[in-house]
């Protein structure tokens, strides 16, 4: 890529991401912080005066680390034994490892109460009453709940980071006479950290800010659902913009922190392994003892996903102290066909994520070229700026385009135009921001995506092609872009399935009916008495095929590479 160019690219790049990343965050800590025309501290200081805004945010980080912590107890364990033995079922057992990303961890809550609460199919099949396994405030359950969704993130990072070691290291240890065991500790797991701290930072942001599951779980005294509760208030109260800048600061100083303690690789190792670690052979007894952690982790976190399927195929009131529903029935699948809010709200998903991929698409092989192809200095900065939406929650993210929303509404230069409301007033059409709040939140995925299929692509073929007076634009179109497809589908996929997934932006942007997404159409047939607990589950149940369907296909398409996706 000529340098002017890839400035011009660096330059329009730049602008884009901050007027769609920046000015939305801008925009929330400016409500807090810039009242009445002046810089005031007082509703920041009032968020940490407040007993019932501390305790949410005590809560919220109870969630995160509860979440954080019990992934890494179940993910290292499984990555390790991957990693050091082979045994017959490995590969199908890695494979259905990854089962519980097929399902929103809000979703997985229908099934999981269904199960686990005090009527549920546990007390029900062991005789024990009414016992609320979930407790009564619900704390255990949304860690449980999102620790079951999450952990395959920090399992691909982990895989990734054991497929990066030097073996001739453990090797040489092992000669010294130090145990299996010990060389994990002293020599594999500070090995390990990076790639570890990099999926724990993604997995506590995305726990301390989540939404949809304590909402589902009527956990109520956390952050994330204060936030929720506070929309009506926005542009007459600057708490909850005050809330919201202490929740993004609070992610981005663990973003940066991650970043500056292991954002290097250097410093523990000259080079990454280029030979595969030998892996021992296990059969009878010991083969079923590795395979036993991934069959009892599998096991459990496929549960929700049992009672989703269960429920949705359950006839309404008929699964109550029941081990199972008493009367079976596709009904609810009909019915979610052919709901007005169902049906609606799948065509304004396809439609979103639709617009989001196009979007995604061009800025992020644009963004993939500069990073890979151009050697002008500022091309990591480009690369970091890309990722750093993985480190802002949506639930911030949807905030401030709900600021910016209001503050468009209001624009003096457009105020008596009629159409300017219906485009940029997220109360009567929040079609424009759940577009860009989808764009911007999956852009990393494809940025990642187009970098790697670039990287696995010689610049040569590029070189051939100008030198035989191809243009740069037919250059672009005959070779470069089939030679990275596998990547860039791979990406599409990605980006698409977790934008018609997105939980924080769909609750907290789509306001009216008529624009509802599947996600926040879930939430709400979740709320209604009667059928619709059970409608919920049935379009639950359409959304993890999809998802099943786009999580494996990526996966055969990139490989090992899927666990770069996930990764801050």
């Not at 299929?453 to 051939?464: D, I, K, M, R």
Request: net charge positive.
């Amino acid at each position: 890529m000529r340098r002017s160019t890839a400035w011009v690219v660096f330059g329009a790049v730049t602008l884009l991401l901050s007027l769609l990343f920046f000015w939305p965050l801008g925009k929330v800590v400016a409500g807090g912080f810039w009242v009445d025309g002046r810089f005031t501290l007082r509703y920041l200081l009032g968020v940490f005066e407040n007993p019932i805004y501390v305790e949410g945010l005590f809560n919220s980080l109870k969630i995160a680390l509860g979440t954080t912590g019990l992934a890494l107890l179940v993910a290292l364990p499984l990555a390790w034994i991957a990693n050091q033995f082979e045994f017959r079922g490995k590969a199908v057992f890695s494979a259905l490892v990854l089962v519980p990303m097929i399902l929103p961890p809000f979703v997985g809550a229908i099934g999981f109460q269904q199960m686990f609460g005090a009527y549920g199919m546990v007390n029900a099949l062991f005789g024990l009453g009414a016992r609320d396994w979930l407790g009564g405030g619900q704390y255990a359950g949304v860690v449980l709940l999102q620790t079951l969704s999450l952990y395959p993130i920090l399992y691909l990072n982990a895989v990734a980071a054991l497929a990066n070691i030097d073996p001739a290291m453990e090797e040489a240890a092992a000669n010294l006479g130090c145990t299996r065991l010990r060389r994990f500790f002293r020599i594999t797991l500070p090995l390990m950290m990076p790639g570890l701290f990099a999926g724990g930072t993604l997995i506590f942001i995305w726990s301390f800010t989540e939404l949809g599951t304590p909402l589902i779980m009527n956990y109520t005294r956390c952050a994330s659902v204060q936030i929720y509760d506070s929309l009506k208030e926005i542009g007459s109260n600057p708490f909850p913009y005050a809330l919201v800048s202490v929740m993004l600061a609070s992610s981005v100083g663990l973003y940066a922190l991650s970043k500056w303690l292991f954002g290097g690789r250097a410093y523990a190792m000259q080079s990454k392994a280029s030979t595969q670690s030998a892996t021992r052979r296990l059969t009878g007894g010991r083969a079923l003892l590795a395979a036993l952690p991934f069959a009892l982790v599998t096991g459990l976190a496929l549960l929700p996903h049992l009672g989703v399927v269960l429920t949705s195929f359950a006839v309404p009131g008929s699964w109550y102290q029941n081990v199972l529903p008493g009367a079976f029935s596709g009904a609810n699948y009909i019915e979610a066909l052919g709901h007005d809010m169902t049906v609606s709200s799948i065509r304004n998903s396809l439609l979103f994520s639709s617009l989001a991929v196009g979007f995604d698409i061009v800025v992020g092989i644009a963004i993939a070229f500069v990073v890979v192809r151009s050697t002008i200095r500022l091309r990591g900065v480009l690369d970091a700026l890309s990722m750093i939406p993985l480190a802002v929650p949506g639930l911030v993210m949807a905030f401030g385009f709900l600021a910016v929303s209001s503050w468009l509404s209001n624009w003096k230069v457009f105020a008596d135009v009629d159409w300017w409301p219906r485009l940029v007033d997220v109360r009567t059409n929040p079609t424009l921001f759940l577009v860009l709040a989808y764009s911007v939140r999956r852009l990393p995925y494809m940025v990642r995506s187009a970098v790697a299929g670039l990287q696995q692509t010689s610049v040569t073929f590029e070189e051939a092609a100008w030198n035989l007076g191809a243009s740069p634009a037919r250059t672009l179109r005959r070779i470069t872009l089939p030679l990275i497809l596998a990547n860039l589908i791979a990406g599409t996929m990605l980006t698409f399935a977790f934008s018609m997934l997105e939980v924080s932006d769909s609750l907290m942007l789509a306001q009216q009916a008529d624009y509802m997404p599947i996600t926040k159409a879930i939430f709400e047939l979740f709320q209604l008495l009667g059928t619709g607990k059970y409608v919920a589950a049935a379009l639950g149940v359409w959304a993890m095929a999809f998802l099943t369907a786009t999580l494996v296909g990526s996966s055969l398409l990139l490989g090992k590479k899927l666990g770069a996706v996930f990764r801050v």
